[in-house]
């Protein structure tokens, strides 16, 4: 079993819509929690950190279900410029977990 | 904030060619540095962790003879990919640990390289 999994998607929406994704992690120990943004062939960066009690950036909400072990991510109002590919990433000890990734088209 | 730069960002070479790829921290000192490798629509894997000054930690599965990793200084790791085959070709990444991040990131990432063997 891998220890982060996402929906690979694609996810195909129009601009002004919302959508929604999740991942699920297999190490219950796991002490902090990221969704990072991947454009074709660069780097990732980070888009916000994950809590259990929600956390909102902009658009963005993100949320972690520790009992359940999934984290979720919601893009409100899609911008054209919100296409990529997002990563769930969980992190132990330092070590950083990285799902495949979800990818967002939005489209115009 | 902190930097890392990641050279070359794009390398082509012959089967059998050893390549060097170099891991910079511009404006803090990192003790620990990462290398990750990200084939096509996968996930990014941790092949090892580097500390300065000792020797890496390789993630199981990973050769240690063939991804040569060098943390001589406390701003420089370098990733030496010995005899590259095809099967070689990918993203290679490296990230630095950077303490009390006021963002709260766990790491900061290069800009990647990417690695074509003919």
């Known amino acids: 079993r891998k220890e982060v999994e996402q929906d690979p998607g694609p996810f195909n929406v129009p601009e002004g819509a919302t959508v929604a994704f999740n991942c699920t992690y297999s190490?219950?120990?796991?002490?902090?929690f990221f969704w990072y943004r991947q454009d074709c062939r660069k780097e990732p960066k980070l888009l916000m950190s994950?809590?259990?009690s929600g956390n909102e950036d902009g658009r963005f909400t993100a949320q972690l279900n520790r009992a359940s072990q999934y984290i979720s991510l919601l893009i409100r109002d899609s911008k054209l410029s919100d296409s990529a590919t997002y990563l769930c990433?969980?992190?132990?000890?330092?070590?950083?977990?990285f799902g495949a990734g979800t990818t967002v088209t939005v489209r115009a | 904030g902190a930097v890392v730069s990641q050279h070359p960002s794009w390398v082509i070479c012959k089967s059998g060619t050893s390549v060097k790829i170099e891991c910079r921290s511009l404006?803090?000192?990192?003790?620990?540095m990462f290398w990750y490798r990200q084939f096509p629509k996968q996930s990014l894997m941790l092949m090892a962790t580097?500390?300065?000054?000792?020797?890496?930690?390789?993630e199981q599965g990973v050769e240690k003879d063939k991804f040569l990793i060098n943390h001589a200084s406390l701003t420089l790791s370098t990733l030496t990919v010995t005899s590259a085959h095809p099967e070689d070709s990918s993203f290679y990444i490296c990230?630095?640990?950077?303490?009390?991040?006021?963002?709260?990131?766990?790491?900061?990432f290069g800009d990647g390289t990417r690695l074509s063997i003919l």
């Open positions: 580097s500390n300065e000054g000792s020797k890496a930690t390789y």
């Open positions: 994950v809590y259990s």
């Open positions: 190490n219950s120990a796991s002490q902090s």
């Open positions: 990230s630095a640990l950077v303490p009390r991040d006021s963002l709260g990131q766990p790491q900061h």
């Open positions: 404006d803090f000192q990192a003790t620990t």
């Open positions: 990433v969980v992190v132990k000890d330092y070590k950083l977990s």
